[in-house]
C-alpha cells in the first residue's frame, strides 16, 4: 500500500522581507476594502489591484524570464499566497491565470499563446475562467458534452457550461470540450480536448447566477456555434483529459485551500482576546492552523521538485475544507458575544458562513477526493 508523505520545509530565507514588502502593500491597498471583500477573498475581482499586483512582479513570479516571469521559487509565490490570503485580498483578476491556466499555456501552448498571452498575465490584463463544469457533469466530469466540431480553419462549438466562476468578468477561458463522439460510456476520457475560448466572441451567452450571498459569483455559458481557430487549441486533440487532470493537482494544492475564513479570525481576535473562554480554543485553532500550513508547504515542495503528489493535495484539500468550512467559523460563533461584536466582526461571520457552504464542493467535493486518496492508498 501506497503511504502518504509530508516532508518538512520552511518558507525561504528571502520570505521575512518579502513579506514585509507584502504586508506594507497590502495594509495600504486593504484601507477600503469592507468585510465583504474580505469575506469573499479569493472570489473577489477587481482589475485594478490585480495590475498593481501585476506591476509589482507578483504574477507569474515563477515563470521563466524570457516570457516575462520573474524565475523565482515556488516557496516565494506561497509567502505571496499567504499573506494576499491572510487579508482576504481580492485576487480573482489574475488567480487562475497565475496558478493554473498560464502554467498551461507555458507548458503546452504554442509559441503564438505563449507569446499572446503570458504577457498580459503577467501584467494583470487578461483574466481566466475555468471552463470544466456542466450542467450534467460536475464530479462526472468525463462525461461532459459540449463539442468542438471541425470547421474549416478551426472548431464549432455548441452546448453549456455551468458554474463558470466569474466568467462574466473574465477575457477568456480554457474550455474542456468533446471534440470526438463518443458513443462508449467506459471511454469517455477519450477524445476530449482545451481550447482558449474568447469570452467575448459571438454566439457566446454568459448568465450570471446569484450565490447564496447573492453575488452574481458564477455563470451558466451557452455556446451558440461559437468559432473558435485551430490557434486556440491547447496542446494536442484529443489529450485534454490528462492535460486538464494534471492542471487539477495544482489546483488543489495551495494554501487557498484551508485559509479562505482566515480573514474572520483576523477580525475576531480582538474580541476574543476579553472572551475568557477563548484562548484554549483559539490556540487550538492555531494549533491546527499550523499543521495544515506544514502539509501545504509539504506538497508545495514536491511540486516545485517535479513530483505529482496527487494524494497529498487531495489530503490538503480534504482537512484544509474541514478547517476553514467548520471548525474556524463554528468556533468563533460558539465564542463571540453577539452584543459585544463589533458590527463587521459580525457581517464577515455572516457573510463567511454562507460562502464556506462552498469549499468543500469547489476543486472536487469531499467525497471524491476522498475517493482518490482512498484509490491510492489502495483501500478501494
Ligand atoms: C464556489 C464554486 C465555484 C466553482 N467554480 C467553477 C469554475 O470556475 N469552473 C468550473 O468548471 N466549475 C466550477 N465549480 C463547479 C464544481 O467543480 C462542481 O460543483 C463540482 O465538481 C461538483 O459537481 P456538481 O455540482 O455537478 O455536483 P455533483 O457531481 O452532482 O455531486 C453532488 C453530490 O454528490 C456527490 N457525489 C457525486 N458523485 C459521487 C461519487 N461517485 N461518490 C460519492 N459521492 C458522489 C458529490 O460529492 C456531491 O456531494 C464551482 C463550484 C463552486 C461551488
Partial sequence: MAGLRFDLRDTPPEAPALRAELRAFLAEA????????????????DREFTREVGRRGWIGMTWPAAHGGGERTAMERYVVLEEMLAVGAPVAAHWIGDRQSGPLILRLGTEEQRREFIPRIIRGE???AIGLSEPDSGSDLASLRTRAERVPGGWRING?????TNAHRCDFMIALLRTEAQPDPKLKHQGLSQFLVDLRSSGLTIRPILDLVGEEGFNEITFDDVFVPDSMVVGEVGQG??????ELAFERAGPERYLSSLPLLTAALDDLRAEPAAAEAVGRLLARAGTLRQMSLAVAGMLQEGKAPEREAALVK???NDWEQITLPE???D?????????QVTEMLGIITMVARSYSLRGGTREILRGIIARQLGLR
Fill in 126 to 128: 487578461c483574466a481566466f
Fill in 30 to 45: 486593504g484601507r477600503e476594502w469592507t468585510p465583504m471583500v474580505r469575506a469573499y477573498s479569493w472570489m473577489g475581482f
Fill in 241 to 246: 483529459w490528462k492535460q486538464a487532470t494534471a
Fill in 335 to 343: 465564542l463571540l458575544d453577539p452584543a459585544r461584536t463589533p458590527p
Fill in 318 to 320: 480534504d482537512v484544509g
Fill in 331 to 333: 468556533t468563533i460563533r
Fill in 160 to 164: 453549456r457550461k455551468v458554474w463558470t
